[in-house]
């Protein structure tokens, strides 16, 4: 976990990435950024499993792989 927060300048997305984590989450602004600033709340609970980091927001997870520190997706809650 620590490794991430020490490495979130190297978060990024692809554009298939941003396409689907702002239709998941109805966002209309950098993405990556908003990832950047919700993965550095000290609310965010964040997890490893297997290759990747899940980044549990309040309403939010956000899914990054744990190598390449590319955001895969974000999606709300299922029970919200």
């Known amino acids: ?3 991430l927060i020490n490495n ?3 978060l990024h997305t692809t554009q298939l990435g941003v396409k ?3 239709k998941n989450l109805n966002l209309s602004c950098d993405v990556a950024e908003w990832c950047k600033n919700a993965i550095l709340s000290p ?3 964040i997890t490893k499993k297997g290759k ?3 980044a549990e927001t309040g309403d939010c997870v956000i899914t990054i ?3 390449s520190f590319t955001i895969i997706t974000a999606h709300a ?3 919200k």
């Open 1 to 3: 976990m620590e490794r």
């Open 8 to 10: 979130v300048n190297k």
């Open 20 to 22: 689907r984590i702002s």
């Open 43 to 45: 609310k965010t609970k």
């Open 52 to 54: 990747n980091y899940y």
């Open 65 to 67: 792989n744990s190598y």
């Open 77 to 79: 809650h299922k029970n």
